[in-house]
C-alpha cells in the first residue's frame, strides 16, 4: 500500500477524521440499500413491524400488563425504540472486520475511524426513523405529549451507547471465536425480545420476577425512559446510572480485547474460515 505522509494540525487532523467518520457512516448507511431514502425507509418498516408484533402481543394479554395511565401507543413506542436502537446498535458493532477488511487497506482509514463511523451510522439510521415514525403519528392520528422529551432522547442515547459497547466486545472476540462470538450475539439479542422489559413495568415486578431482569441494562434504560415519558409514573426498580457504568466497563474491554486482537490477527485467519 503506497501513500504519502502529510504534517498537520491537531485542527486539521480533526477535520481528517470527521470527514472520514462522515463518508464511513454515509457508507454504512448505503450497506443496506444503495438509495439512502429507501434504507431508512426499510428501517422504518422494520420498527412498524416490531411494534405491530408487540401491539397484538398485549392486546392478547389484556390491559393488566401495562397498569399505567397515558397514551397506550408511547408506552409501547418507549419500549420499541430503545430495544432497535439496542440491538441494531449490537449488530452494527458486532459486524465489524478486523484488519482483513478491504476497506481498512485505504492508508487513511484507521480502526477507531471504522468504529466510530459504524457507531454513528446506526444512531443516525435509528433517529431518523424515530424522528419520521413521531412526525407522521402526531400530524396524521393524535398529538403527542412527553413530560420530559430530554430525558427520554438521553435514555435513547445511553441505549445506544450501551449496544456499542456489548457489540465492541462481540467484535473483539470474533477473531478469536468467530462461530461463538456470532452465536452469543444472536442469543442475547433473541434473549432482549423477553428481558429487555418491553411489554412490563418495573414497578410493577418484584422479588424472583425483577431478577430476571434487572441484569439487563436495557431493562433499566427502557423503565427510566418511561419515567421520563408519562407525568404520573416513577421507576422505583431501575436505575440509569448502572446502565452508564456497564456501559463505560464493556467499552473499556471491548477496546482492550480488539488492541489485542489487532495485535496478533493474521491474514490467513480468513482462509481458515
Known amino acids: 500500500m503506497f501513500y504519502f505522509k502529510r504534517s498537520q494540525s491537531m485542527l486539521g487532523s480533526a477535520f481528517t477524521i470527521a470527514e472520514l467518520v462522515f463518508h464511513g457512516v454515509v457508507r454504512d448507511v448505503r450497506t443496506q440499500h444503495s438509495n439512502a431514502v429507501i434504507a431508512i425507509l426499510i428501517n422504518i418498516l422494520q420498527i412498524l413491524l416490531i411494534a405491530m408484533v408487540f401491539y397484538l402481543l398485549m392486546s ?19 419500549g420499541v425504540f430503545l430495544f432497535m436502537m439496542h440491538t441494531q446498535s449490537i449488530a452494527a458493532m458486532s459486524k465489524l472486520g478486523g484488519k482483513n477488511n478491504p476497506m481498512m487497506q485505504h492508508s487513511p482509514m484507521n480502526a477507531m475511524v471504522m468504529l466510530l463511523a459504524s457507531a454513528f451510522g446506526a444512531l443516525y439510521k435509528q433517529i431518523m426513523s424515530i424522528t419520521v415514525i413521531l412526525f407522521v403519528y402526531s400530524v396524521g392520528v393524535a398529538p403527542l405529549e412527553i413530560q420530559d422529551p430530554g430525558g427520554a432522547f438521553g435514555m435513547l442515547i445511553l441505549a445506544w451507547f450501551t449496544g456499542c459497547s456489548i457489540g465492541l466486545v462481540f467484535m473483539a472476540l470474533k477473531p478469536w471465536f468467530p462461530t461463538t462470538a456470532t452465536m452469543l450475539s444472536t442469543i442475547y439479542r433473541r434473549l432482549n425480545m423477553v428481558f429487555s422489559g418491553k411489554m412490563f413495568l418495573g414497578n410493577a415486578l418484584g422479588g424472583t420476577v425483577l431478577m430476571m431482569f434487572a441484569w439487563n441494562p436495557l431493562f433499566h434504560l427502557i423503565d427510566q425512559c418511561r419515567g421520563f415519558v408519562f407525568r404520573n409514573y416513577y421507576p422505583r426498580n431501575s436505575d440509569w446510572e448502572y446502565a452508564l457504568w456497564v456501559g463505560i466497563a464493556l467499552t473499556m474491554i471491548g477496546l482492550l480485547g480488539d488492541f489485542f486482537s489487532r495485535k496478533h490477527m493474521s491474514q490467513s485467519w480468513d482462509a481458515r474460515r
Open 60 to 78: 392478547f394479554m389484556g390491559p393488566r400488563v401495562a397498569k399505567i395511565r397515558g397514551e397506550f401507543i408511547l408506552y409501547l413506542l418507549s
